[in-house]
């Protein structure tokens, strides 16, 4: 069983940047995908990008390259999302998850279906203000 734990959210200004945590705690593999979603009131849950514990690959979708960076610390056991000129329409919560679901070779397509992640955590607040 994996645990999830967000942080880094909170209420900042349009234009500034947001580095976000997920700290994991129980088994993990080094295939294993660690992604970000988002969510807004009464949207449904969008991709942000997903990362391994092992390999270079990162995996975007379309409409979040370039603002978006997806690493990991694996000494810490901690993915990170750092979100740099931050706009009013990125107010969301965001959500860390970790899915066993996907064999090498998926793609950021596939990475985007929410029905393949196995553990989410209970997400961290993002407000922009214009």
């Known amino acids: 069983q994996v645990q999830l734990v967000e942080s880094g959210g909170g209420l900042v200004q349009a234009g500034s940047s947001l580095r976000l945590s997920c700290v994991v705690s129980?088994?993990?593999?080094?295939?294993?995908?660690m992604a970000w979603f988002r969510q807004a009131p009464g949207t449904e849950r969008e991709f942000v990008a997903a990362i391994r514990w092992s390999g270079t690959d990162r995996y975007y979708s379309d409409s979040m390259k370039g603002r978006f960076t997806i690493s990991r610390e694996n000494a810490k056991n901690t993915v990170y999302l750092q979100i740099n000129s931050l706009k009013p329409e990125d107010t969301a919560v965001y959500y860390c998850?970790?899915?066993?679901?996907?064999?090498?070779?998926?793609?950021?397509?596939?990475?985007?279906?929410?029905?393949?992640?196995?553990?989410w955590g209970q997400g961290t607040q993002v407000t922009v203000s214009s």
């Open positions: 998850a970790a899915s066993n679901r996907f064999p090498l070779g998926a793609t950021a397509q596939a990475m985007a279906l929410t029905d393949r992640y196995d553990r």
């Open positions: 129980g088994r993990t593999f080094v295939t294993d995908v």
